[in-house]
């Protein structure tokens, strides 16, 4: 779009911004404009800090974070009126996979992102290393193998070590799920999901839900996630269960192989009613105040 055409549709436009990306000058010609945080607690405590997020500066406020605000969770939220949403899947870009052979439980993930928020003192680590290492026996005590896409450098022997003494296959993401048509065939070649959530979130209890776990959902793959909140919000299914500890871990591994066939439908039947776009953008649409 020709800069003078974008000029003139913003005169009259709605912005979604998402994660923060658009700085004060490329928000400025827009009529009014929404944040949206995609990565619960820790987002609110960088924005008491840096003031470019633009958290006082937009004229409406949306997150993921379903959980902010509840009293187990200490982000404080400073005044700032965040609605809330789920992330958001499109059902017809992921079909039902349930009927497809599976072969391992996997996820994808950054194993080191070298962020940190600060509180009171408190260290919010978003490195998702350590919460892996804490259910490094879980696949094996449940019986199920597990593949997970993570970037493990070469150079990490001893990481790369440990991963392969539990059972786990290791793959390189950007061989593996370097284009969203890898990705999806990855995600719905899966058994189902295992994943860890990042320290931060588990300490901060936002209640986020990753967009990954929704395409898992999706494609009819049962998922078993770290808790962070999000479990205070969502009907209890058999597609999707949450763990505290790794033995909470193994025995959501154990009941979802206990009867796939329905933790399949289930994962299905999850996304179509929770996080679907035809029952999320709506909410998002009168969020941003334009619906």
Same mark, same amino acid.
């Given at each position: 779009m020709a800069p003078a055409e974008l000029a003139a549709r913003a005169r009259d436009a709605a912005l979604l911004n998402l994660a923060a990306s658009l700085t004060p000058p490329l928000r400025a010609p827009f009529a009014s404009t929404t944040l949206f945080d995609l990565d619960p607690g820790p987002f609110q405590l960088w924005a008491r800090e840096h003031?470019?997020?633009?958290?006082?500066?937009?004229?409406?406020?949306?997150?993921?974070?379903?959980?902010?605000? =509840?009293?187990?969770?200490?982000?404080?939220?400073?005044? #700032?009126?965040?609605?809330?949403?789920?992330?958001?899947?499109?059902?017809?870009?992921?079909?039902?996979?349930?009927?497809?052979?599976?072969?391992?439980?996997?996820?994808?993930?950054q194993w080191w992102t070298n962020q940190y928020a600060f509180l009171d003192g408190?260290?919010?680590?978003?490195?998702?290393?350590?919460?892996?290492?804490?259910?490094?026996d879980a696949p094996g005590r449940a019986g199920v193998a597990f593949e997970i896409a993570a970037n493990v450098h070469e150079s990490e022997t001893a990481d790369r070590a440990l991963l392969a003494a539990h059972g786990w296959t290791?793959?390189?993401?950007?061989?593996? #799920?370097?284009?969203?048509?890898?990705?999806?065939?990855?995600?719905?070649?899966?058994?189902?999901?295992?994943?860890?959530?990042?320290?931060?979130?588990?300490?901060?209890?936002?209640?986020?839900?990753?967009?990954?776990?929704?395409?898992?959902?999706?494609?009819?793959?049962?998922?078993? #996630?770290?808790?962070?909140?999000?479990?205070?919000?969502?009907?209890?299914? =058999?597609?999707?269960?949450?763990?505290?500890?790794?033995?909470? =871990? #193994?025995?959501?591994l154990r009941a979802v192989e206990a009867d796939y066939p329905a933790a399949c439908r289930a994962a299905r039947a999850l996304a179509r009613d929770v996080f679907a776009t035809d029952v999320v953008l709506p909410g998002i649409l009168r969020a941003m105040g334009v619906a």
């Open positions: 003031p470019l997020l633009g958290v006082g500066s937009h004229d409406r406020y949306l997150t993921i974070g379903q959980h902010l605000g =509840a009293p187990d969770s200490p982000v404080p939220l400073d005044g #700032v009126p965040w609605a809330r949403t789920w992330p958001a899947v499109h059902l017809p870009a992921w079909p039902d996979a349930a009927d497809r052979p599976a072969r391992s439980w996997t996820t994808v993930t408190v260290t919010y680590d978003c490195n998702k290393r350590p919460g892996f290492l804490d259910v490094l290791l793959v390189a993401p950007e061989e593996t #799920v370097a284009t969203p048509e890898a990705f999806r065939r990855y995600v719905q070649a899966s058994r189902g999901e295992l994943s860890a959530a990042k320290p931060a979130y588990v300490k901060a209890r936002p209640g986020w839900v990753s967009d990954r776990t929704i395409c898992y959902l999706a494609s009819g793959r049962p998922c078993v #996630v770290q808790a962070t909140g999000a479990e205070a919000h969502l009907p209890g299914s =058999a597609g999707l269960r949450f763990f505290r500890t790794p033995d909470e =871990a #193994v025995d959501g």
